[in-house]
């Protein structure tokens, strides 16, 4: 249980045009689901956290008009990387929590490389 | 403010030695401690989890981690080393939101 699925997998797209992830709790409800951001031999970069029919948080620093969030449901979160330029190239992470969890334990999907040309 | 320091970012161990990875975590009040393996294009699998009750904690693969209070740390450990095991690890520790520790390489050398 607690499978989390990204998609793509990877994805290019040419400068100033906008992509969208898509990340899916498999087989459970997840009312946070958060994104990260993974540099080549580096650590993950909380972006955002999202809940289900609220606005996203972002973490400072992070652009909230470049990395569109959106938690439709309990099931599905999206993040939009608009106008995306060659250093929005990296891999996208996103977990989710499940609902009413006590050990605050995310689970992750396997990620999204993005590689903007 | 939370901060996780893993020491080494690079560790090399032959097969069948012991792997000692390090990580250490700031804060005043112990948050709940993971540790996850990234294997290359992939996403976290958590091999274990610190959230109360015994300190020794079992994870997969034969891995298990300690969480010393007194020292602040909660290093991740494994008696014999299979070359399956090499991959990128990473300390976590928070509640709701995690802070990462920069990731550990592990090398398996035959």
């Known amino acids: 249980g607690a499978v989390v699925s990204q998609h793509p997998s990877r994805v290019i797209c040419k400068s100033g045009t906008s992509v969208k992830i898509e990340c899916r709790s498999l087989?459970?409800?997840?009312?946070?689901m958060f994104w990260y951001r993974q540099f080549p031999k580096k650590s993950l970069m909380l972006m955002a956290t999202?809940?289900?029919?609220?606005?996203?948080?972002?973490e400072q620093g992070v652009e909230k008009d470049k990395f569109l969030i959106n938690h439709a449901s309990l099931t599905l979160s999206t993040l939009t990387v608009t106008s995306a330029h060659p250093e929005d190239s990296s891999f996208y992470i996103c977990?989710?929590?499940?609902?009413?969890?006590?050990?605050?334990?995310?689970?992750f999907g396997p990620g999204t490389r993005l590689t903007v040309t | 403010a939370q901060s996780v320091t893993q020491l080494g970012s690079h560790v090399s161990v032959s097969e069948g030695a012991l792997v000692l990875l390090r990580c250490n975590y700031s804060?005043?009040?112990?948050?709940?401690l993971f540790w996850y393996v990234q294997y290359p294009n992939q996403g976290l699998q958590l091999l274990l989890k610190?959230?109360?009750?015994?300190?020794l904690v079992k994870g997969i693969n034969g891995f298990e981690a300690e969480f010393k209070k007194s020292e602040t740390s909660f290093h991740l450990t494994k008696p014999s080393a299979h070359m399956s095991d090499a991959a990128e690890y990473f300390c976590?520790?928070?509640?709701?939101?995690?802070?990462f520790g920069t990731g550990t390489r592990l090398k398996v050398l035959a």
């Open positions: 977990s989710a929590e499940t609902s009413g969890g006590s050990s605050y334990e995310q689970y």
């Open positions: 087989d459970f409800q997840a009312t946070t």
């Open positions: 999202s809940n289900e029919g609220s606005k996203a948080t972002y």
């Open positions: 804060s005043s009040v112990p948050p709940y």
């Open positions: 610190y959230t109360t009750g015994a300190t």
């Open positions: 976590a520790a928070g509640t709701y939101k995690y802070i």
